[in-house]
């Protein structure tokens, strides 16, 4: 599976966090990330990541391009909802992308663990078809 994580500044700590704890199950998928984002995770976990721009520079956009091409079938997407963004449309635009095409989206903790368990379990295979 391919999975894109996505933190704003205020939840990078916490998306290293959640990366340690389920370094296990993401290690077996291909994980995406904006630039800073993708660096931070792999600093902290030796996990494989392929990074975009950082998200102000168009990374979101990129991660959203591969959302509109099928070639996303997880996103997880802290984001700050107290912080506003200059590039807000960019952040509304991969919620609304995740919508249109159908890709799983995590934009909390207690929804990105319970996806990433439903993952291991093999209750997200039905994207293959998809593909």
Same mark, same amino acid.
């Given at each position: 599976?391919? &999975?894109? $994580?996505?933190?704003?500044? %205020?939840?990078?700590? +916490?998306?290293?966090? @959640?990366?340690?704890?389920?370094? !296990?199950?993401?290690?077996?998928?291909? $994980? @995406?990330?904006?630039?800073?984002?993708?660096? $931070? &995770? =792999?600093? *902290?976990?030796? +996990?494989? *990541?392929?990074?975009?721009?950082? !998200?102000? #520079?168009?990374? =979101?956009?990129? &991660? !959203?391009?591969?959302? =509109?091409?099928?070639?996303?079938? +997880?996103? &997880?997407? @802290?984001?700050?909802?107290?912080?506003?963004?200059?590039?807000?449309?960019? *952040?509304?635009?991969?919620?609304? +992308?995740?919508?249109?095409?159908?890709?799983? /989206? %995590?934009?909390?903790?207690?929804? %990105?663990? $319970?996806?990433?368990?439903? #993952?291991?379990? !093999?209750? /997200? =295979?039905?994207?293959?078809?998809?593909?």
């Amino acid at each position: 599976m391919n &999975i894109a $994580l996505i933190a704003h500044d %205020a939840k990078k700590k +916490l998306m290293q966090n @959640f990366c340690i704890a389920y370094r !296990g199950i993401l290690s077996k998928n291909q $994980l @995406f990330a904006t630039g800073t984002t993708g660096r $931070l &995770i =792999e600093e *902290v976990t030796n +996990l494989s *990541v392929h990074k975009y721009l950082a !998200g102000h #520079l168009g990374g =979101e956009q990129q &991660i !959203g391009s591969q959302i =509109e091409h099928n070639d996303i079938d +997880l996103v &997880i997407f @802290f984001r700050d909802p107290l912080t506003s963004k200059k590039h807000e449309p960019d *952040v509304n635009n991969i919620v609304k +992308l995740c919508d249109m095409y159908n890709i799983p /989206l %995590a934009t909390n903790i207690a929804t %990105a663990e $319970l996806m990433v368990k439903a #993952l291991e379990r !093999g209750d /997200l =295979e039905w994207r293959e078809m998809y593909k």
